[in-house]
Structure formats: C-alpha cells, structure tokens
C-alpha cells in the first residue's frame, strides 16, 4: 500500500512513518506542511493519505480542507485524519459526500498500534473510521428519548457501526458471532426506523444521519 | 401632560418672581436715596438673585431636568460628577491639614457643595428658561429647540460622560484582573491535579516496567500498558482543558463554526443561522462563544426547552447573537447564575446581554457586541 503522511510535529511524523513501515506499507512521502502535502498527493496520487488537521502555514484546519479538496478531485482517493481535538463539525463535513475511504481518529489512537492500523487498512480500502470519542459525543448529544428502546448491547453495537466497523469486526470487539451481531443490527434498524443497506460504510452515514437529527421526540 | 407644562413654566419664572418681589420690597421699605436710590435696588436684587441661585440652582435645575424628560428622551440622564475642582480641593487636599474635627465639617461642606451649587450651565438655563420655555409650551415647533438647548445645558457635560466612563473602565479593569487571578489558580490546580499527576505516574510505572523487563516480561509488558492508558487519560483531561481555555475549533474556524460544532455536542436539536462575515479580535470572539455557550448550558439545564434557534446578525459596528429557546422561562442574571459572569465579561468589552425570560417562557438572550 503506497501512503503520504501530512504531519508538522517532527517526532509524531516520523513515528507514523516508522509504525506503517514496519507494518509492510510503503510511505511514498513523509511532509511537515499542507503546500507539500497538497503536491506529494498530486504527484504520487497515493491508496492513502494520513493528515493532520492542523499544519502549517496557518494551524487551522489545513488538514480537513486539504482532505475536502483531494476529495474533490479525486473522490476515491481515502483520507485519514489526525487531530489533538474532535468535532462533530469536521466529522460530518468530512463524511458529507461519502464515507467510503474516510478516517477521523484523535492522534492518541497512534498509541495503540495494532488498532491504528486495522483502522489505516480498513481506510485506505475504501471503509470508514471514526473515532469512538466522536460518536460517543454523537450518542451523548441524542435526547435521552431517543435512543431509549435500544438495549445497552444494540447501543454498543450501534457506536461500533458509526466508527465504521464491519459486522465482522464488530463481533470480533464484541466476542460474539457474526450472525449474533447480524441479528442486532437488524433489530436496531428496525426500532429506530433506519434504512438498511449492507455496506459498512454506507450504514455509517445512515447511522450518523440518525443521530442528531431534528426529530420530534 | 398639562399639569407638567403648567409645572414647567411656574418652575421657570419662579426665581425671577422671587427677585421682582424682593426689587418691590425693598423699593418700598428702603426711604428716598436719592440718586442712588435705583442703584441701591438694582444691587440689592443682583444680591437677592445670587444668594437664591446659589442655595436653590441645582434643585432647580433638576427638577427641571425631571420634568424635561418627555421632551428629550432621556437624554438630560446620566450621573454628574461633583463639579468644582476646586471645592474639591479645598476640602480634600488642604483638608488634610486640618484636625479630624475641621477636615470633617469640611467634607460634610463639600457634599453641601455639591449639592447645592449649580454650575455656570445650569445658572445660565435659569436665565433663560423663563423665555424659552413658555415660548416652547405654547408654540410646538420650538421645542426641537428647547430640547437642544437643554440638552447642552442641563445633559452631562463631557467631562460627566468621560468621568462615568472611567469609573466604568476602572471597575471593569478591577473584575477582569481578579477574573484572570482565578482563572489562573483554576488552570495550575488543574494541571497539577490532572495531567502533571498522570505524568508522574506514567514514569514510575514506566520505571518499575524497566525494572521488571529481564526477568518478568509478562509483567512488564502489562506495566507498560497501563502507562499507555495513563498517558491517554491525561491528553483526555489535557484535551478537556484546552476546550475550557479556548476551544480549537473558535481558533481554526471562528465564531459561526464554533457555536455549530457547539450545537451538535448539546442534547437539544440547535439551528444556528446568519453569518458573521468578519472575523471578531479574539479576546471578543471568545467572550461571545462563552456566552453563547452558557446560554445553551441554561437551554438543556434549567429550560426544559425542546429546540433552540441561535441567530447571527452583523452590521457595521455591532454584532448581536440571539439565543432563543422554547423552554420554561424564568432565567435571571441577578440570580448569581453564570449569566452575571458573562455580563460581566461582555461588560469589558462593552458588550451587553439583555434576557427577557418571564415565567413560563420563551426565553430569549440577546448578545450585543461592537466590533469594528
């Protein structure tokens, strides 16, 4: 897999490059600012491009709107991006036009290697992944009503799908069995009303567009 | 209304009265003088007319003043600062010269002083208020004009206006220094009960996991996991923090975005609409995100609201943020709730909240900024 890392803060950055090499991936570019990011994507038009959201030249959000306009260019092209802070906000900015090839995780989540990378892969290969601190602000803004008919396993379950996870992965987590998982799902869609369409990254916007939305409840 | 214009015009010829009463008098008790018989009374009522002036000119004045006040919206409002400097001075500086006694009876003059003695603008309004203002009271189209003239006459004096504003400035200084002193303590409290704790922790685990790492690798290896959910943990509390200072996303996106991605963490359906289409000086933006943000807090605690609508407006030198909710109502800035720090904080930008709330509901806040 042929990745560019986008990160300014050298250690991080070399960190990144180190932990996806080691893992048998090839960084094609490893740049501290959102000018070469732009170029090293242009030019090597990677599987995956790793970005922080805040770089130079002006420490906003470089990162989300470089993803946006790569986006744009190229709508298969996947992007995974880093951040000290999460918001809803760039979540859904993010997964406005598709969640496929999306990533949104806090930098943290470097720390645990293995999960980092299932997340890399599951990118770069057109899924989706969303970190469990913003779903979990998406579940706690619901209105309690909301989500009441959901037992705490489907509420698992549920978040476990707006992160993005597959149904397999999903009982892997869970250490339950596929069909167990199949089974929940079904029952979660059909309480709250969501269309049902099989790919995992297609559930994750049906999920998202369930959750804080303006419903009357 | 009739009764105050009656008020008015016996109130403006009241002093001269006095004086040709006190010319007749004392035309008439006084023998013949003579050739200075005509000056005697001229002098007399010249004397007559200071002493009155003196004693009685600023209650006049401002009775004139209350009675003014359908005519010049309020304008004639404002506190005065004492006047004569040097009244002031007399009893103030010169009174520390004095024993308690003298210096005492001296600061009680002073008060006297002040309340009695009108100035050179308000001597000269009771001079020509008994032509202006029966004037004005019969004829309509002269009372743009009396109001004028009242206004630079009787309304605060620009040294008034730039005096009630420095007491202004001075007591916003003194809360925003004390206001930064605790936010400061709460930071270091924070960050020596959160993070710089964690840390610690983080290295003696560490430490014990590189002493264990030969013969216990198991161990170890548990050890330095731990670490590594410590070390989450306190970018968590760091992350917390930071939000508490200054939210990252008020940094990267400005105030529009900020209160957006706000209303998607609040537990109430928010619609936020207007633009604001220059960015604010930061320390403004921040007073206003804060402000917006405990207005939602009040929303989703206190309201039982089931939406909230926030509304941006901007002009050329004012920004306003309605936050409307269709809650209970009953919220009140008096009550020692968040909303008195936040009218504080707006206050040192010359910002104002206004919050209508009756019992009951709706409640509607309206946040009003300048901003050039």
Redesign the interface.
């Known amino acids: 897999m042929r990745i560019v890392v986008a990160e300014d803060q050298y250690l991080l950055r070399e960190g990144l490059t180190h932990l996806i090499r080691s893992h048998g991936h090839h960084v094609v570019a490893a740049v501290a600012d959102a000018h070469s990011a732009l170029r090293a994507l242009r030019q090597h038009r990677p599987d995956l491009a790793v970005l922080d959201i805040r770089m130079p030249p002006t420490h906003s959000d470089e990162g989300l709107q470089l993803a946006l306009q790569i986006r744009a260019e190229r709508p298969e092209a996947s992007v995974l991006i880093l951040s000290q802070h999460l918001e809803q906000l760039y979540a859904r900015e993010l997964l406005a036009n598709g969640a496929a090839g999306v990533g949104y995780l806090l930098k943290d989540r470097v720390f645990n290697a293995a999960t980092f990378m299932e997340a890399v892969e599951r990118v770069a290969a057109g899924g989706t992944a969303l970190d469990p601190e913003v779903v979990s602000r998406m579940m706690r803004a619901e209105p309690a009503s909301s989500l009441a008919s959901l037992t705490d396993r489907e509420k698992d379950v549920l978040s476990l799908m707006a992160e993005g996870l597959s149904n397999q992965a999903i009982a892997g987590r869970l250490f339950l069995s596929e069909g167990a998982i199949s089974k929940y799902t079904t029952s979660i869609f059909a309480k709250l009303g969501i269309e049902h369409n099989g790919a995992a990254n297609r559930r994750v916007r049906a999920v998202l567009a369930y959750l804080n939305s303006p419903r009357a409840v | 209304m009739v009764l105050r214009r009656i008020a008015l015009v016996l109130l403006a010829w009241a002093l001269p009265v006095l004086w040709g009463c006190a010319a007749l008098l004392f035309h008439h008790i006084a023998g013949d003088w003579g050739a200075w018989h005509w000056l005697a009374v001229v002098g007399w009522t010249l004397a007559v007319a200071g002493v009155s002036v003196t004693l009685s000119g600023r209650m006049v004045a401002d009775t004139f003043r209350r009675l003014l006040a359908e005519w010049t919206d309020g304008s004639l409002q404002g506190r005065r600062q004492p006047p004569y400097a040097v009244a002031h001075l007399a009893t103030s500086t010169w009174g520390e010269h004095y024993d308690p006694l003298t210096a005492g009876l001296l600061r009680r003059s002073e008060e006297w002083v002040v309340r009695l003695l009108p100035t050179w603008r308000e001597t000269f309004w009771l001079l020509i208020a008994p032509v202006l203002i029966p004037l004005a009271v019969v004829l309509p189209p002269l009372r743009d004009l009396l109001s004028a003239v009242a206004v630079r006459l009787l309304g605060p004096s620009t040294a008034d206006l730039l005096g009630s504003r420095v007491e202004s400035l001075e007591k916003g200084r003194t809360d925003l220094t004390r206001a930064q002193q605790t936010e400061l303590y709460r930071l270091e409290r924070n960050l020596h009960d959160g993070a710089q704790a964690r840390l610690v922790s983080i290295g003696m685990t560490l430490g014990a996991a590189e002493a264990l790492v030969d013969r216990q690798p198991p161990q170890a290896k548990e050890l330095i996991g731990q670490a590594?959910e410590s070390?989450?943990a306190a970018?968590?509390e760091l992350?917390e923090l930071?939000?508490g200072i200054l939210p990252?996303?008020l940094?990267?996106?400005g105030l529009a975005?900020a209160v957006?991605?706000l209303a998607?963490?609040?537990?109430?359906?928010v619609?936020v609409h207007g633009t604001i289409t220059r960015r604010l000086e930061a320390p403004l933006e921040s007073a206003v995100y804060f402000a917006v943000a405990e207005l939602l807090a009040n929303a989703v605690e206190h309201a039982e609201a089931?939406?909230v609508r926030v509304t941006f407006e901007q002009d050329s030198g004012r920004l306003t943020v309605v936050v409307e909710d269709d809650g209970r109502g009953g919220a009140n800035p008096q009550s020692g709730s968040g909303l008195a720090g936040v009218e504080e904080r707006l206050g040192w930008f010359d910002g104002t909240l206004r919050i209508s709330s009756p019992r009951g509901g709706p409640t509607r806040a309206v946040v009003e900024v300048p901003c050039a």
């Not at chain 2, 998607?264 to 359906?269: H, I, M, R, Y």
């Open positions: 590594r070390s989450h970018l968590q992350r930071v939000r990252p996303v940094v990267e996106r975005d957006r991605a998607l963490d609040v537990p109430l359906p619609t089931s939406g």
